[in-house]
């Protein structure tokens, strides 16, 4: 029988969440070379214009407006609840979805447009088969006075 160990590092949680080992974590995306449209991760073809294989990989912003959201107060066993569930427009648009965190699952405190950022830290102390670790992201409100980066 092989024995299996976790990885000495965390994981990245999805294939687009970057986790470089001399910096700080980012998220990816392609960037079409003939319209200039980005997307969220790796794309062979282009919605917009049609193109294939004609592009390049960007870091994405970490900065965005909050675009939608739902509470949610139903989940699977063992997730927490309730717990705001977004969908944020990046600057340079793309749109992600993920949670909202550090503010309260009330929508008097989830105004529709609001700054936010993305933070990337534990993906809530879960882990997999194998006890490997994983790093996530997630938006939270920033602050007005914070200058965009």
Same mark, same amino acid.
Request: net charge positive; with cysteine.
């Given at each position: 029988? #092989?024995?299996?160990?976790?990885?000495?590092? *965390?994981?990245?949680?999805?294939?687009?969440?970057?986790? *470089?080992?001399? &910096?700080?974590?980012?998220?990816? &995306?392609?960037?079409? #070379?003939?319209?200039? #449209?980005?997307?969220?991760? +790796?794309?062979?073809?282009?919605?917009?214009?049609?193109? /294939?294989?004609?592009? $390049?990989?960007?870091?994405? !912003?970490?900065?965005?407006?909050?675009?939608?959201?739902?509470?949610?107060?139903?989940?699977?066993?063992?997730?927490?609840? *309730?717990?705001?569930?977004?969908?944020?427009?990046?600057?340079?648009?793309?749109?992600?979805?993920?949670?909202?965190?550090?503010?309260?699952?009330? *929508?008097? +405190?989830?105004?529709?447009?609001?700054?936010? $950022?993305?933070?990337? &830290?534990?993906?809530?102390? /879960?882990?997999?088969?194998?006890?490997?670790?994983?790093? !996530?992201?997630?938006?939270?409100?920033?602050?007005?006075?914070?200058?965009? /980066?």
């Amino acid at each position: 029988m #092989t024995e299996v160990r976790a990885a000495a590092t *965390p994981r990245p949680v999805v294939p687009f969440l970057k986790l *470089p080992t001399d &910096g700080e974590p980012y998220l990816e &995306g392609s960037i079409c #070379t003939r319209c200039d #449209t980005t997307f969220l991760g +790796q794309r062979v073809a282009c919605s917009k214009c049609g193109a /294939r294989d004609a592009f $390049e990989t960007k870091r994405l !912003s970490n900065h965005g407006t909050l675009y939608a959201y739902s509470i949610v107060h139903r989940s699977f066993p063992g997730v927490e609840v *309730p717990y705001v569930s977004a969908i944020v427009d990046l600057e340079g648009g793309v749109s992600i979805k993920g949670n909202l965190i550090h503010v309260a699952p009330d *929508p008097k +405190q989830i105004p529709f447009g609001m700054p936010v $950022e993305v933070i990337y &830290g534990d993906a809530l102390g /879960r882990k997999d088969a194998e006890g490997n670790a994983y790093v !996530s992201y997630f938006f939270q409100p920033r602050k007005t006075s914070e200058k965009t /980066r």
